[in-house]
């Protein structure tokens, strides 16, 4: 599928599933904004990106709770670039507690990167793409959109919420020509995912090699990871799709964790 001449950000991309994203995006056409709260990895990844494809990939420095950085980063696109025609929101932390020791500002934390950060980006790219009457929003969720897991309370309602603001903004946005889906990865082997391993055995009482195999990998049809190259394959195809026939959607790739 082809992005040829598209401009794209991709948030929380300078690691992990977003800076996947972003190659995939930039070997299929695209320029792509590396979006993330860590500059100097961004302009690194973006450095990686453009070794490979010159002139692909520019840095911009985003705290996506933040409405003054947000709509700074997005101005600074589109000063470069003319236009946003792709905005991939998925920025993201994890925190595990179970509910009665779960601190309220981490729940606050969570909710305002997760659902803040997707409201906040969404908000300041629709413009420009209503300006010129087309465009993508792909919201980062989970599994755990659509399913739930102990521990993690503030994590499974924002996922949640995500489903809730794609079909919202999918209702306002398609008349004008802006789609919007959201990605369900089912456990990706990423540092938040390796971050888990070891909070988790800890509260379950298990071991560590119990959480991957029961816990994480347990509910899969083959007992393996989901790869970011998965998930980067599929948010190319949501980003090219040619028509709002794909909007308002959710789509789950997680070796059958979840087949909701």
């Known amino acids: 599928m082809d992005l040829t ?27 792509v904004a590396i979006a993330d709260l860590m500059l100097e990895a961004a302009e690194a990844a973006a450095a990686g ?16 709770t933040d409405e003054d950085q947000v709509n700074a980063g997005v101005a600074a696109v589109v000063a470069a670039w003319g236009s946003v ?11 595990v507690n179970p509910i009665e020791a779960f601190a309220f500002a981490d729940w606050k934390k969570m909710l305002a990167i997760h659902l ?16 010129q009457g087309s465009g993508a929003i792909l919201y980062m969720g989970s599994v755990h959109s659509k399913e739930a897991s102990p521990l993690k ?26 789609r919007t889906n959201v990605i369900c990865p089912g456990f990706v082997r990423t540092p938040l ?13 298990i071991s560590e090699d119990e959480v991957v195999k029961k816990v994480m990998l347990g509910q899969t049809v083959d007992g393996e990871f989901t790869t ?18 794909l909007t308002g959607q959710s789509l789950v790739a997680s070796h059958g964790w979840s087949m909701g």
Not at 49 to 64: F, Q, R, T
């Open 228 to 245: 970011v190259e998965d998930i980067a394959e599929l948010a190319l195809f949501f980003a090219a799709f040619p028509s709002n026939a």
């Open 5 to 31: 001449n598209k401009i794209a950000i991709v948030t929380g991309a300078a690691s992990g599933i977003g800076l996947a994203i972003a190659k995939r995006y930039a070997a299929a056409g695209a320029k």
């Open 116 to 131: 803040d950060g997707a409201f906040l980006t969404t908000k300041a790219v629709i413009p420009h793409m209503y300006k």
């Open 153 to 178: 309370s503030a994590y499974v309602t924002a996922k949640h919420g995500l489903l809730g603001l794609c079909r919202t903004v999918a209702k306002e946005a398609s008349p004008k020509g802006v």
């Open 193 to 205: 995912v390796d971050k888990q391993i070891p909070e988790q055995a800890k509260e379950l009482g």
């Open 49 to 64: 990106i453009n070794a490979d494809h010159p002139g692909a990939a520019m840095a911009v420095a985003m705290n996506v």
């Open 85 to 95: 025609d792709i905005l991939v929101s998925n920025a993201g932390i994890q925190i």
